[in-house]
């Protein structure tokens, strides 16, 4: 996707490189192609390439009581390599994404 964030193939979501994408709405029940385990959960995807910049991602500092938020940093081949959340005691707020190669001071 070169525009914007929006819905692959009017699915699921999808986004340019370093850009979250997300669906601002439910998945339709007959849809098969994504597993959405939670009619309630807002799923969202990036592809993020950190040889070419640093990342920020920002995650919510105020959760309602029974509520969390989760989010899961895989690879290409879906091994989860961290895992951020107030599920798992991680502070919510921004999150700078680095490659291997960032040398020095963080952008």
Same mark, same amino acid.
């Given at each position: %996707?070169? +525009?914007?964030?929006? &819905?692959?193939?009017?699915? /699921?979501?999808?986004?340019?490189k370093?850009? %979250?994408?997300? =669906?601002?709405?439910? %998945?339709?029940?007959?849809?098969?192609?994504v597993? #959405?385990?939670?009619?309630?959960?807002?799923?969202?995807? $990036? /592809?993020?390439? =950190? #040889? &070419?910049?640093?990342?920020?991602?920002?995650?919510?500092? +105020?959760?309602?009581?029974? !509520?969390?938020?989760?989010?899961?940093?895989? +690879?290409? /081949?879906?091994?989860?390599?961290?895992? =951020?959340?107030?599920? $798992?005691?991680?502070?919510?707020g921004? !999150? =700078?994404?680095?490659? $291997?190669?960032?040398?020095?001071?963080a952008?």
């Open positions: %996707m070169k +525009d914007g964030p929006g &819905a692959t193939l009017g699915l /699921f979501p999808g986004a340019p370093n850009v %979250m994408g997300y =669906l601002d709405d439910y %998945m339709s029940p007959a849809q098969r192609k597993v #959405t385990p939670n009619n309630d959960t807002i799923y969202g995807v $990036s /592809f993020v390439d =950190l #040889t &070419a910049e640093a990342v920020v991602v920002q995650s919510p500092t +105020d959760v309602p009581p029974g !509520h969390y938020w989760t989010l899961q940093i895989a +690879d290409l /081949f879906t091994t989860v390599v961290h895992q =951020l959340g107030s599920a $798992s005691g991680t502070p919510g921004k !999150h =700078l994404l680095v490659g $291997s190669e960032l040398a020095g001071r952008p």
